[in-house]
């Protein structure tokens, strides 16, 4: 047989070219997003929702992060705030198990379902043809070029360089914003920093307990599924886990009741989510600045302890029975693919979230509530049980309403084409411990993803968006600004109220409450004519100068205030619209009704505001 060396070196460069071309495969799109956990996996929906190329780089094969993937499928907080698409995953929880109390099955939640049902969820939230997903997909270094961004990922082992507009650090940890050497803060803030006379006097590097989740599965009273004993086992580690007292406080009450620990977190279908602070499988393993493979042989010490827990429950408790689901994980020991981090590097951004702005958001220096994009009502709940050299003090005792988290949180300073999500947005230590839930982090995902949107939309870097256009998308999407849990989204009044109270023209009240913190708006009740007036001057100055009643804002009050401040409003299109709107004329205008009207005529909400919530013109 003879050869053709030509035509055989042509064929070898051919086949040599083509490899190359697929080894250095290169994608474009609009937005790239880091990390597929709670936060991305929103983000991602409503990018792509508002007709953006949108692709998600995933390292396992699981969307949902801590909901799914860390196995923490019990719900925290946000019960009666159903914004947006938490409320849209709320309700697909319901239609796949029946109704509300269906998932009611465990006392640390409202809500609470298996992993593997929530991923599934969630992979049909996001089928988009403008989404696209790359699971055991790892991002191995990112460059900027001009206006954009070059990330190179691996894929199955190939690399693939991704060419986008803008990323959204969705990432766990933070990761990614370490690596571009964005300025963050770690550990706990200091008093003299942040003002927070909760804060310890001196900053420090501690972090929150991490936790290796388990889902335990009920195989039957006759069933052994004892685990072998692991390394290390002491039993005398668990001693009070079945205090159930206060599962939070290191104080022992012996309220001992082990049935009752185990339904803490009872999911449907016989399953049991294993996440018990006290004397359970909580651990301190500080790893946020450790290298990839640092933390995975850390975190070994963290599965140790929760296999640990299982033993113990197992045998000392006697439930042999409960044996790791093995329906739930895709992974060989039947553990979730990710821990349970409470805390990650928090971005200094454009606007720094304090517990003074959330205790107190009405009488600061600045207004971040106007600025707000996200929701939240659980207390500040942090975990440090398990380090004794963290400072003993007691954050949950600090009394907060329920609060807006603001945009600039998710902006850094300086860094161009970058959005932080998840649990690494500008917020204090402090505040931290009730940022870093699960709905709240789902709903810091979709502002993510809306800012992106937006700035995508209008080619805008991030910082430059006009604020008020990123709160109307979120609001076009159901999404709360303000949290107020007497008006809800199908409610007719509900984008009037949510624009009015991110003005500040109407405020709401805010009311610490358990473990469940309330904003009431009262949209049935009257107000005074003085308080309208104090209201709209705050956006508008030159209505300080008017005068009222100590009576109740009533159509005729109303009009003569609207037109003193923008006197095109003829009194004829103002009764017209009220006659339309069937509001009565001889009574007092309630909150909601006086909202409408002053949405419809001064439209307050297309004034400018910077970070800070600080108007920068008061024209019409």
Not at 46 to 61: F, H, K
Not at 64 to 71: E, K, N
Not at 220 to 248: H, R, W
Request: proline share 5%; hydrophobic share 40%; net charge positive.
């Amino acid at each position: 047989m003879e050869l053709n060396f030509p035509k055989t070196i042509l064929l070898l460069a051919l086949l040599c070219s083509a490899v190359l071309v697929n080894a250095q495969k290169k994608i474009e799109t609009d937005l790239l997003i880091i990390g597929g956990g709670a936060s991305g996996t929103m983000a991602a929906i409503q990018a792509s929702r508002m007709g953006i190329n949108t692709l998600i780089v995933e390292e396992t094969e699981w969307l949902g992060g801590m909901l799914t993937s860390g196995g923490v499928s019990a719900i925290d907080g946000n019960h009666n705030l159903p914004s947006g698409l938490w409320g849209e995953f709320r309700d697909r929880l319901y239609q796949h198990y029946g109704g509300p109390k269906k998932i009611e099955t465990g006392w640390v939640s409202n809500t609470l379902f298996e992993p593997s049902v929530g991923q599934m969820i969630l992979r049909n939230m996001a089928k988009n043809p403008k989404l696209h997903v790359y699971y055991h997909t790892s991002w191995q270094k990112i460059n900027r070029n001009g206006d954009s961004w070059t990330t190179e990922v691996l894929r199955e082992g190939k690399k693939i360089q991704i060419h986008s507009k803008l990323i959204i650090d969705a990432t766990e940890l933070g990761d990614v914003m370490a690596f571009l050497k964005v300025p963050y803060s770690l550990g706990m803030d200091s008093r003299k920093e942040t003002g927070e006379v909760f804060a310890p006097e001196v900053a420090n590097d501690i972090v929150q307990d991490l936790t290796y989740v388990v889902t335990l599965k009920d195989y039957g009273k006759d069933a052994d599924k004892t685990i072998a004993k692991p390394l290390a086992y002491n039993a005398k580690l668990f001693e009070c886990a079945c205090d159930v007292s206060d599962p939070s406080s290191n104080a022992i009450k012996v309220q001992n009741d082990c049935a009752k620990m185990l339904a803490y977190g009872k999911l449907p279908n016989g399953k049991f989510m294993i996440n018990w602070p006290k004397c359970g499988n909580d651990i301190y393993l500080n790893i946020v600045e450790m290298s990839k493979e640092n933390r995975e042989l850390a975190l070994k010490a963290a599965k140790l302890r929760s296999l640990q827990f299982v033993y113990y429950i197992q045998t000392v408790l006697g439930y042999k029975n409960l044996g790791l689901a093995d329906d739930e994980y895709p992974t060989k020991d039947k553990l979730p693919m990710i821990p349970y981090y409470r805390e990650s590097r928090r971005l200094k951004g454009m606007a720094n979230f304090t517990a003074n702005d959330l205790m107190n958001p009405y009488s600061q220096n600045t207004a971040l509530y106007r600025t707000g994009i996200a929701v939240g009502d659980y207390p500040i709940d942090h975990h440090h049980l398990k380090n004794p050299d963290a400072p003993k003090i007691d954050f949950i005792k600090i009394k907060v309403p329920s609060y807006s988290i603001p945009l600039g949180s998710l902006i850094p300073r300086e860094t161009k084409g970058l959005i932080a999500a998840e649990k690494n947005i500008s917020v204090t230590n402090i505040v931290g411990g009730t940022t870093r839930l699960q709905p709240v982090v789902l709903l810091v995902g979709q502002a993510a993803g809306a800012l992106a949107a937006t700035a995508i939309i209008n080619s805008q870097e991030p910082k430059d968006v006009d604020i008020r256009k990123v709160q109307q998308a979120l609001l076009n999407s159901k999404a709360y600004l303000m949290p107020y849990q007497d008006v809800k989204p199908d409610d007719r009044d509900f984008e009037p109220i949510q624009r009015i109270g991110a003005m500040g023209i109407i405020k709401g009240e805010g009311v610490p409450y358990k473990w469940a913190n309330q904003t009431w708006f009262y949209p049935d009740s009257a107000i005074k004519e003085s308080f309208l007036i104090a209201g709209i001057a705050s956006c508008y100055p030159d209505a300080a100068k008017l005068t009222g009643k100590d009576e109740y804002v009533n159509a005729r009050s109303c009009f003569k205030l609207l037109s003193a401040v923008n006197p095109a409003i003829s009194k004829t299109t103002f009764d017209q619209f009220l006659t339309n709107e069937k509001i009565d004329f001889a009574k007092p205008l309630k909150r909601h009704e006086i909202a409408r009207i002053i949405d419809h005529f001064l439209n307050p909400f297309s004034l400018k505001i910077n970070f800070n919530g600080i108007y920068q013109s008061s024209k019409l």
